[in-house]
């Protein structure tokens, strides 16, 4: 019954796929959904590209093993809808539709005048594609293996495959209403699991009395790793959000701007509805777990393919198993269509040369940055939700100054820009593989990702005050006028 449900699920997916290929003509069409997409299927795509395998894995295994720390990754949501909207979403919007921008490097371009600022942003958010690329497809492979039984490998290349095969043809239009398709069926089924979870776990009162017998701190206020972890992800989850491309350059596809307003409402609804699932699979398989009526799991990742196996009634379980799968494809889509779009538009015109065939590069590059992902997640030895946060910080320490600074500021400068691109590029990549290969430990509840944004928003505004004296030559009237413009 699995198997049928999971098949109609990425049928329907496949037939979205198709129709978004016979409207996918242009460049525009590709990477940007030709700038029409209407309020609600952009924050039902927003809240997808999110969430994904992210949260309905790596995130239910955070809960399962530290507990509360976990939901201060999930606690912004709330700020961070808002906060994206007020920032960048206006500005990024009007940018786009004057400029005819397809990517987030064209707005820097536009922004500070600068071919060298739209290279290196795109070669920053090119490293941190590839490292989210690979969260996903780790995860897509193990809620594969568990739909089919394919086993963890061979499921990292059938998600591949299957998710290639839409967005080479179908583009970001295809991913955008493959979104909406699943984001409502997982708001659906994420509500019903909840319940179910509660219930196998004894209610609410049962699950707290199991976890505080064995490990009180895991449902303090502040988990399993304390007060400053905590506290360091809420940190970096709020301020990161503004610099996660796969948000901002949905802000180009918006066809009504001033239904932007209901935006942040929509989205957190979304989020709320489809993250019941995420904390109440984490706590009770815990419980469960500790109980002994659940075998002790191989890996924290597991939890929620396990419960759904030995829990959940098979057709509920069964949508929430495509559900979770099709989130993370459409999220792969995106990322597949930021980082080729870095690779067939931005990189050629920070070399100072004009992008040709800009849709069939585009799809070839698309095959390249998968295949890449693919092999990544083949040898990953580390959780997927630890991937997320390597990728998630890349993008908020290499973007968040540049970009969501930059864009309501006028005081910045290029100089302070390209600065504040290299250190987060340098520090990030740098010091996660140093604490990875425990060349280097951090002090307790402190994230690499923390200490790498707070550098690079330091660096920024201290190079933009060093060069203030050039700010006003770098803006172009016109982008002048939006920035100004409340």
Not at 35 to 55: D, E, K, Y
Not at 195 to 212: D, K, S
């Amino acid at each position: 019954m699995r198997e049928l449900v999971g098949l109609a699920y990425f049928a329907i997916c496949a037939a979205i796929a198709v129709w978004a290929s016979r409207r996918t003509r242009t460049a525009d069409d590709f990477f940007v959904a030709g700038r029409g997409v209407g309020l609600v299927p952009f924050a039902i795509a927003a809240m997808a590209s999110t969430l994904s395998g992210f949260a309905f894995i790596g995130g239910t295994g955070l809960v399962y093993s530290i507990g509360m720390t976990a939901l201060f990754l999930i606690l912004p949501a709330g700020v961070t809808n808002t906060l994206g909207a007020w920032v960048l979403g206006k500005r990024m919007h009007r940018l786009g539709s004057a400029r005819r921008l397809l990517t987030v490097p064209d707005a820097l371009a536009a922004r500070y005048r600068s071919p060298a600022a739209q290279g290196l942003s795109a070669i920053a958010i090119l490293a941190g594609v590839i490292g989210y690329l690979a969260t996903n497809a780790l995860a897509l492979g193990v809620v594969i293996d568990a739909l089919f039984g394919t086993g963890l490998g061979p499921g990292i290349w059938i998600g591949t495959a299957v998710t290639l095969a839409y967005s080479v043809s179908g583009g970001i239009l295809a991913g955008i209403y493959t979104d909406v398709f699943q984001g409502l069926v997982m708001a659906i089924a994420s509500t019903a699991v909840f319940f179910v979870a509660l219930e196998a776990g004894g209610g609410l009162p049962a699950i707290t009395r199991t976890i505080e017998a064995a490990d009180p701190a895991l449902l303090g206020p502040w988990g399993a790793r304390g007060a400053m972890t905590a506290l360091s992800f809420f940190f970096v989850f709020a301020v990161g959000s503004l610099g996660q491309p796969q948000i901002a350059h949905k802000y180009y596809m918006l066809r009504d701007l001033p239904r932007l307003k209901w935006y942040p409402a929509l989205m957190t609804v979304a989020m709320v509805l489809a993250q019941l699932l995420l904390f109440s699979v984490g706590v009770s398989v815990k419980a469960l777990v500790l109980r002994g009526e659940m075998p002790a799991l191989a890996s924290p990742d597991a939890a929620t393919p396990q419960f759904l196996l030995r829990f959940v009634p098979v057709v509920l379980s069964a949508l929430v198993f495509a559900g979770v799968a099709a989130a993370i494809m459409s999220t792969v889509n995106s990322f597949l269509s930021i980082g080729a779009a870095a690779l067939t538009h931005d990189v050629p015109r920070a070399l100072g040369r004009q992008p040709v065939r800009q849709l069939r590069i585009g799809r070839v590059w698309t095959i390249v940055i998968a295949v890449l992902a693919a092999l990544l997640a083949q040898q990953a030895g580390l959780l997927v939700a630890f991937l997320g946060i390597l990728g998630y910080g890349l993008f908020a320490s290499t973007l968040v100054p540049a970009l969501a600074i930059g864009l309501n500021w006028t005081g910045a400068t290029r100089e302070g820009a390209l600065a504040s691109i290299a250190t987060g590029l340098v520090m990030t990549v740098g010091l996660e593989w140093l604490v990875w290969s425990t060349r280097l430990t951090v002090p307790q509840g402190i994230t690499v990702t923390g200490i790498t944004l707070v550098s690079s928003l330091l660096v920024f505004l201290g190079v933009s005050w060093l060069t203030r004296a050039r700010a006003a030559e770098q803006l172009d009237p016109d982008v002048r006028g939006i920035l100004e413009d409340t």
